[in-house]
Structures are given as structure tokens and as C-alpha cells.
């Protein structure tokens, strides 16, 4: 079996919908795996927002322009009154959610209710299209199978047995369809996989069917060298671990979900990142072998906060770490760098949800620093091979700008520097020119 997930751009309108049913063979036992339409979720989010700040009108009008969006595709999409008929049903069937909670006191659960009909909309028109086309395809709810626990994990024994149970009734069918994203809780409630959750979604199945391969679909040609936002020239990277991959999703490069690749690494299936726009492109692959060596990619992370800790207690003394990680853990705030000194203590998070609450704790073990609007350049590669690689040939790159925290040694796949986020373009640029300066000759010698 394969699986293949298409995300928010690839079934952004009825233009890629077609598109992406044109790449589909039917030959091939395939679950496919959707997103919202592009956009959408966002809107929903904010429908939420807008509901809990009792903006009736405001609201009102989020609700007809993700209708309104819908009803487009659909109309651009069938040739058959029919269908296209059965299709606008399902979209108002969802949307009667968003139109009473327009005008009411939204509730935990209607707002987790509210967030995925995104993925039940775009699955139920994919389908109907897909019958439209006399595909033989069947649409198992994900809602059927995809459980987590109570620490919001995936419960891969359930997941198995559902799974299994409702794939055996289509004896012979070779498609099948499923939602991203969308789960259900350990309370039996509908919930979600967080933000991005589809490549969540798509791996956790491929796990659980011991896929041959994890197809992952979006508008760029697989994982770029650097960040295509703040740096021109970046060139696709052909083949990643799933380690230096689980670095990048998490550094910032937003294509994909950062807890996607562990089921896939666990059952060891590859993933390849592919372009619907261009799907004869090589894209990303995945795998256990990172077949090149050396540097492969640089990413930034941003909204960053720095905490140092300094204390002549902690000199010669021991438990001082384990103290100041206990503060971290009391608020659930993740650290990322950590450096430490004699005396003193320096740690980033990415959340400041508890930053006050943690400072004030903070003090009680020594004198405290904050610096915010902080970044992290993340350079990944295969150092495996590479111990003397030496530090100075990637710091020079870098010029003049000035540098609070450097973690390296860790991993054998990744070196990052903490810097001012102001610095931010300019480092990555610096970085490009510096590290790929002979890869992107070669790019402008072809
Ligand atoms: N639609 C969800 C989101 O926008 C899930 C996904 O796209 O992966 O976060
Ligand atoms: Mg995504």
C-alpha cells in the first residue's frame, strides 16, 4: 500500500483538484490522505476567535467566505448536476455548525468540532469527484480509526485494529480516501493532530500499514537548501535522513509537520516530497541512508527567547541543572539550545506562554537575563564522517554578526547559533554564499 497526502495548495482549487486526480493510478493500492482547502482552516480558526469575542457580524461573514469558497470549487469542479448537487449538501451539512455558533456561546468541544470540518469538506468533494470519474474508491472517515491518548499520542494498537477492520470491507477496491488532521480523543471527542497535522496523519497510517511508501504532496519541489522566503537561489535537496529531516521540520522549514517523520523512521518506510505543480521533479526523499556527506541545509526558527542563569552556587556544585530544568518542566515549556558555563546557565524556548511564572522561579536559583526577538540558524547536515570538521569554516560565514549561543557536539547533524532576529536575512544570505557557494556556481554554470 501506499499512502499519498495531498495538503492545503495541491487541493487549494478545483484547478489542482483535477490536477492531482489526473496523477492518480489507479493501478496502485493508494490511501490518499487531505487536507483542508487551502486557506481554510486558518478561517475557521479565526471564526473561533472571532465567536469567543461575541463578533456576530464579523463571524457572519467568515462563515460565507469559506461557503462561498467552497461553493466555487465545486462549481468550477463537476460536469454533473448530481453530484454537484450531493456535493453543496455536505458543505452546508458541515457549515450549520459554523452558522449557529455565530450567534452562541461557543463551547470547547464545538470549537475542536469546528476546526476540522475543513477536512471533512475537502474529503467529501474529492470523493464525489472521484466517483464522478467512475473510480472505484472507497472514504473511510479518519474519525473511524485514528485515536490518540491521553498525552495526545497516537494509539497505534487501536489505530491497527480499526484500521484493518474498516480497509477489509472493501474487498478488491485499490483507493481509498481519509482526512488529515482529524482524530478522535480518549474522551471518544473529536479532536485534532495540531496545526499541519495531515503529514501527521500520513505517516501514522504508512506506520501502521507498513507502507511501501509515504507520499507527501505540496506546491515546492521538496525541501529547499535554505529558507526560499528570505533567500533567493536555494536549490531542492535530493536526499535527507529522517533525522536531519525531523531537524529541519522542527527549524522552521514549514512543509512539514515536525512529529511526522517518527512513525515513518520507526517502521523505516520512506517519504518523498513531491510537486503537484510539477510532478515529474525528483523532490525530497527520506530515508534511514543520507547518501552525501557534509552540510545540506541551513533553517531559521524565530520568536525565540534566551534565559541565563547565573549563580556562583553552581560552581563545583551538582543538582543546579536539574533544579532549573524542573522550573521548565512545572510550566511544560520545551527548551531547545542549552550552553553552560561555570556559573552560569543559557537555554532558548519557543513558547512564552509561562515566561513570567518561570522567571519569577528562576530567581530563586540565581540572577536571571531575558533577551527576546531572538532567532536560531539551524545548519543540518552528515557531520557523521566529518570529526574534524572544523567550526571556524561555518562561523566565517557569518561576517560580523554577532553571535549569543552556539550548540554544537550533540548531534552529529546539526550546528546552530542563536542570533538577533534583525540579523536573520542577512545571516542566511551570508550562510548560502559561504557554505554553497560551489553548489550554486554549478547551478549557474548549467
Ligand atoms: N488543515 C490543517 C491545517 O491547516 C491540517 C493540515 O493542513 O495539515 O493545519
Ligand atoms: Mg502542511
Known amino acids: 500500500m501506499r499512502i499519498v497526502k495531498f495538503g492545503g495548495t495541491s487541493v487549494g482549487s478545483a484547478y489542482h483538484i483535477k490536477k492531482l486526480v489526473n496523477l492518480i493510478d489507479v ?26 469575542l461575541g463578533e456576530k457580524e464579523i463571524c457572519q461573514h467568515t462563515f460565507l467566505r469559506i461557503r462561498e469558497i467552497h461553493f466555487r470549487v465545486i462549481t468550477e469542479l463537476f460536469s454533473s448536476k448530481n453530484y454537484k448537487q450531493i456535493a453543496e449538501s455536505k458543505v452546508e451539512e458541515s457549515l450549520k455548525l459554523l452558522s449557529y455558533y455565530s450567534n452562541h456561546r461557543i463551547t470547547e468541544k464545538a470549537e475542536k468540532e469546528i476546526l476540522v470540518q475543513g477536512e471533512l469538506i475537502s474529503c467529501s468533494i474529492i470523493y464525489l469527484y472521484m466517483l464522478e470519474h467512475e473510480m472505484d474508491v472507497a472514504y473511510i472517515p479518519a474519525l473511524r480509526f485514528m485515536f490518540t491518548d491521553k498525552y495526545k499520542e497516537p494509539n497505534y494498537l487501536k489505530i491497527t485494529e480499526k484500521l484493518t477492520k474498516e480497509l477489509s470491507k472493501y474487498n478488491g477496491c485499490k483507493l481509498f480516501i481519509t482526512n488529515g488532521y482529524i482524530c478522535q480523543n480518549y474522551k471518544r471527542q473529536t479532536d485534532n493532530l495540531n496545526r499541519g497535522g495531515s503529514d501527521y496523519t500520513a505517516t501514522i497510517i504508512g506506520n501502521v500499514l507498513r507502507a511501501s511508501i509515504i507520499e507527501i504532496w505540496t506546491d515546492i519541489d521538496g525541501l529547499q537548501n535554505n529558507d526560499p522566503r528570505y533567500v533567493e537561489n536555494t ?70 527567547t534566551a534565559i541565563k542563569v547565573k549563580s556562583a552556587r553552581m560552581m563545583q556544585a551538582y543538582g543546579f541543572l536539574r533544579r532549573i530544568f524542573e522550573v521548565f518542566e512545572k510550566f511544560k515549556t520545551p527548551v531547545d539550545m542549552l550552553t553552560t558555563s561555570e556559573i ?40 557523521n564522517d566529518n570529526r574534524n570538521i572544523s567550526i571556524q569554516s561555518i562561523t566565517d560565514g557569518l561576517g560580523n554578526i554577532p ?30 554564499q559561504h557554505i554553497f557557494r560551489h553548489h550554486l556556481c554549478s547551478i549557474n554554470i548549467q
Open 403 to 432: 553571535v549569543h549561543m552556539i550548540s554544537f557536539g550533540a548531534s552529529k547533524i546539526n550546528i546552530s547559533f542563536l542570533i538577533d532576529t534583525t540579523n536573520k536575512i542577512e545571516a542566511l544570505n551570508l550562510l548560502n
Open 235 to 304: 536549490f531542492p535537496i535530493r536526499n535527507l535522513s529522517y533525522e536531519e529531516a525531523s531537524e529541519l521540520a522542527y527549524f522552521g522549514a514549514k512543509i512539514l509537520h515536525p512529529l511526522c517523520i517518527i512513525p515513518a523512521q520507526r517502521a523505516k518506510i520512506p517519504i518523498a516530497l513531491k510537486n503537484t505543480m510539477s510532478p515529474d521533479d525528483q523532490g525530497t526523499t527520506i530515508s534511514e541512508y543520507a547518501i552525501s556527506k557534509g552540510i545540506k541545509a541551513i533553517a531559521v526558527k524565530d520568536g525565540i
Open 344 to 383: 552560569s546557565v543559557a537555554m532558548t524556548i519557543d513558547n512564552n506562554a509561562y515566561l513570567e511564572p518561570i522567571i519569577t522561579e528562576l530567581c530563586n536559583l540565581g540572577e536571571v537575563e531575558i533577551d527576546q526577538n531572538q532567532s536560531i540558524i539551524c545548519i543540518v547536515g552528515n557531520f
Open 27 to 52: 493501478n496502485k493500492r493508494t490511501l490518499f490522505v487531505f487536507s483542508a482547502i487551502g486557506g481554510i482552516t486558518n478561517m475557521l480558526a479565526d471564526f473561533i476567535y472571532q465567536s469567543k
